[in-house]
């Protein structure tokens, strides 16, 4: 007698597996992550090393340069990843740290409500009116641009806009059933948060990350094209972009190629976030 297992997949699994383009976007995601962070690896090559026989080639699938070389001979492919890899790490640990902030400080000021929930959003308004980028180019000139910093300097005004989402999604989740339960058996008002508030926050979590990282990954690009965000011998795509604007009459190459790459990274998170947040909506499809 042969024993069948079914396997089966929630709604929110079919739902998002049913939405070609997501699936799409996450492969092209997964191929440029591995890409970034193992591809220098296997390619062997120094991206600080000048081919001084291919001085400014165009790209080229011959000469071994597939993005072609810069004008000091540096192969642009290599660099691309590279700076890819950074980009990719200072957009995932900068988004980790503004959801952590966010979800905390929104979880709690929804939960005990009241002055409490007022004073902490009153401070959320009053950094909202303050001019973020100008703060940033502040913070990046007076303390340097190292690596942590560039994160710290992102995360430092990207948790507002979590925040709201959790404490309104907070607001109602403080009148369900199990919390009152929680309440009447004891539990103090911190561990409900931890708890059993949070844990039901994933899935908004989740979703508004996946719209937070690209915005993140674009302020570092912003950040590093005006010449404040990583220092040399650390490059991103935001460096080659701007070092590409400079030559792009004489090398468009140098523009086209770390641009190209950035905007798909862009616009494959976003139609990933799309279809989470369309996954997880409880409303039937």
């Known amino acids: 007698m042969t024993m069948m297992t079914t396997i089966t997949l929630s709604p929110h699994v079919l739902r998002f597996s049913r939405n070609r383009t997501a699936l799409l976007s996450c492969a092209i995601l997964a191929c440029v992550a591995f890409a970034c962070f193992f591809g220098p690896v296997w390619l062997a090559q120094d991206p600080s090393r000048s081919d001084w026989a291919a001085l400014s080639l165009p790209p080229t699938l011959l000469g071994g340069h597939w993005f072609g070389t810069d004008e000091l001979g540096r192969d642009l492919f290599v660099r691309t990843l590279i700076g890819g890899r950074v980009s990719l790490e200072v957009g995932l640990l900068a988004t980790l740290v503004a959801c952590s902030i966010g979800v905390a400080y929104g979880a709690c000021a929804g939960y005990f409500g009241g002055r409490i929930d007022a004073l902490m959003m009153r401070v959320v308004d009053i950094m909202y009116a303050v001019p973020y980028m100008l703060i940033a180019i502040l913070m990046m000139t007076l303390f340097g641009r190292a690596f942590?910093?560039?994160?710290?300097?992102?995360?430092?005004?990207?948790?507002?806009?979590?925040?709201?989402?959790?404490?309104?999604?907070?607001?109602?989740?403080?009148?369900?059933?199990?919390?009152?339960?929680?309440?009447?058996?004891?539990?103090?008002?911190?561990?409900?948060?931890?708890?059993?508030?949070?844990?039901?926050?994933?899935?908004?979590?989740?979703?508004?990350?996946?719209?937070?990282?690209?915005?993140?990954?674009?302020?570092?690009?912003?950040?590093?094209?005006?010449?404040?965000?990583?220092?040399?011998?650390?490059?991103?795509?935001?460096?080659?972009?701007?070092?590409?604007?400079?030559?792009?009459?004489?090398?468009?190459?140098?523009?086209?190629?770390?641009?190209?790459?950035?905007?798909?990274?862009?616009?494959?998170?976003?139609?990933?976030?799309?279809?989470?947040?369309?996954?997880?909506?409880?409303?039937?499809?």
């Not at 989402?165 to 989740?173: A, D, E, M, N």
């Not at 494959?268 to 499809?285: K, N, Q, S, T, Y």
């Open 148 to 285: 942590y910093l560039v994160v710290l300097t992102i995360s430092a005004f990207s948790w507002l806009d979590m925040a709201r989402v959790v404490r309104g999604q907070t607001l109602s989740l403080r009148t369900r059933e199990f919390v009152d339960a929680a309440r009447s058996i004891g539990v103090s008002g911190p561990m409900i948060v931890v708890r059993h508030i949070v844990p039901n926050l994933i899935g908004v979590v989740v979703v508004y990350a996946t719209v937070m990282a690209p915005g993140i990954v674009l302020t570092e690009s912003v950040l590093s094209f005006l010449g404040l965000g990583v220092q040399e011998p650390m490059t991103s795509w935001g460096v080659l972009i701007e070092d590409g604007a400079q030559k792009l009459e004489a090398m468009p190459w140098l523009l086209l190629c770390p641009a190209a790459m950035l905007c798909a990274t862009l616009y494959c998170i976003g139609f990933v976030g799309d279809a989470l947040r369309d996954a997880l909506d409880p409303r039937e499809h």
